[in-house]
T-cell receptor, first 114, second 111 residues
Framework: KAGVTQTPRYLIKTRGQQVTLSCSPI?????VSWYQQTPGQGLQFLFE???????NKGNFPGRFSGRQFSNSRSEMNVSTLELGDSALYLC?????????????FGPGTRLLVL | TQLLEQSPQFLSIQEGENLTVYCNSS?????LQWYRQEPGEGPVLLVT?????EVKKLKRLTFQFGDARKDSSLHITAAQPGDTGLYLC???????????FGSGTRLSIRP
């Protein structure tokens, strides 16, 4: 069974631009969560999607948004990029929603904002 | 203030040595997870501990959940270079799939 895939793996953007990251969950998984990982703040929860609906949201500005499609694939968008948005963005999928569900992480997309 | 404090932040030891890393909180949790993240990869779940005082073993790794369910430790026996990575403790959040991670311990094993 293929794992969680994320595209692209690396991305370089400049301040003010916007970016869209993609995540394909493990086949059959319906919950997709996004996390931001930085050296200073560690791993922080961005949001979770289940059945095409955002179920939970972390403490991030509205520039960060996402969506989930009917095939459970998810995209994350960051508008008006800032230098501080440089980070590793991780996607995780699980069969269903809930803390007892094991989450499987993808390799991440490393975003550099110049 | 971090919900989960991990110590030490960095640890570099010789192959064959033993080590322990800690995860502490002032909150009580119903369960706690440990992940390992290798460079260029996402975190991989190693174990979930549920009961206070519980001890789980995974080959050379021993995980313990504190009696009061506020802290946990990970002990590695006879460390090997393959153990190198970032070790993260984490807790689930209510009924959501949200995971709250600790600050992490970056472990380096010298051959």
């Amino acid at each position: 069974k293929a794992g969680v895939t994320q595209t692209p793996r690396y991305l370089i953007k400049t301040r003010g631009q916007q970016v869209t990251l993609s995540c394909s969950p493990i086949s059959g998984h319906r919950s997709v969560s996004w996390y931001q990982q930085t050296p200073g703040q560690g791993l922080q929860f961005l949001f979770e999607y289940f059945s095409e609906t955002q179920r939970n949201k972390g403490n991030f500005p509205g520039r960060f948004s996402g969506r989930q499609f009917s095939n459970s694939r998810s995209e994350m968008n960051v508008s008006t990029l800032e230098l501080g948005d440089s980070a590793l963005y991780l996607c995780a999928s699980s069969l269903a929603q809930g803390r007892k569900e094991t989450q499987y992480f993808g390799p991440g997309t490393r975003l550099l904002v110049l | 203030t971090q919900l989960l404090e991990q110590s030490p932040q960095f640890l570099s030891i010789q192959e064959g040595e033993n080590l322990t890393v800690y995860c502490n909180s002032s909150s009580v949790f119903s369960s706690l997870q440990w992940y390992r993240q290798e460079p260029g990869e996402g975190p991989v779940l190693l174990v979930t501990v549920v009961t206070g005082g519980e001890v789980k073993k995974l080959k050379r790794l021993t995980f313990q959940f504190g009696d009061a369910r506020k802290d946990s430790s990970l002990h590695i026996t006879a460390a090997q270079p393959g153990d190198t990575g970032l070790y993260l403790c984490a807790v689930g959040y209510s009924s959501a799939s949200k995971i709250i991670f600790g600050s992490g311990t970056r472990l380096s094993i010298r051959p």
